[in-house]
């Protein structure tokens, strides 16, 4: 369905953004445990199910493969997804921050809180990028069925995941 120059990019963003996990910015060496930072099952259970129900449940009938507009009912999925993941983002975060105000006087209990509460905007803004750039991908292959592009393939790199994940795991881990 996509591209394979779309799979190298997001393979290379993946790989950059995990090497910025995993970085150890006090030593400058990687370690595998800085990883395990970003997993939180509380937040991908607020953020990533209900998306991915949303957008189902927004898309409407899948058309036939090879009809016309294929693609592009296809790409209204993956906004669906995207736009479905930013608001449940939100709605984990302010969950997240009320979640901590009961416990502020015991700095122990603060830390599961505020990992609801930032890591589901950050899940919400990785499938929010991951979403728009399927469906940019899908809306160009669309206009190449339609007239194919003279330059050959064409698709887009998710750069923005990359750097705003690297930026994420910076600002998570000096805090």
């Given at each position: 369905m996509f591209a394979p120059g779309f799979w190298i990019s997001v393979l290379l963003s993946a790989v950059v953004v995990f090497l910025g996990i995993t970085l150890d910015m006090g030593?400058?060496?990687?370690?595998?445990?800085?990883a395990f930072l970003?997993?939180?099952?509380?937040?991908?259970?607020?953020?990533?199910?209900?998306?991915?129900?949303f957008a189902f449940a927004t898309s409407g009938?899948?058309?036939?493969?090879?009809s016309p507009g294929h693609f592009a009912q296809r790409a209204v999925f993956w906004k669906n997804l995207g736009k479905g993941a930013v608001w449940l983002g939100v709605i984990g975060g302010l969950g997240g921050l009320l979640a901590i105000l009961p416990v502020m006087r015991e700095p122990t209990k603060i830390?599961?809180?505020?990992?609801?509460a930032v890591l589901s905007m950050v899940y919400a803004l990785m499938i929010k990028i991951l979403s728009r750039t399927a469906a940019n991908a899908l809306l160009l292959k669309?206009?190449?069925e339609?007239?194919?592009?003279?330059?050959?393939?064409?698709?887009?790199l998710p750069v923005y995941l990359t750097i705003g994940l690297v930026c994420a795991g910076v600002l998570l881990k000096a805090a």
């Open positions: 030593t400058w060496r990687f370690s595998l445990s800085n970003f997993f939180d099952l509380p937040s991908l259970m607020i953020v990533v199910l209900p998306a991915i129900l009938p899948r058309l036939p493969a090879g830390g599961p809180a505020m990992a609801v669309e206009e190449s339609k007239a194919p592009a003279p330059d050959g393939e064409r698709w887009c």
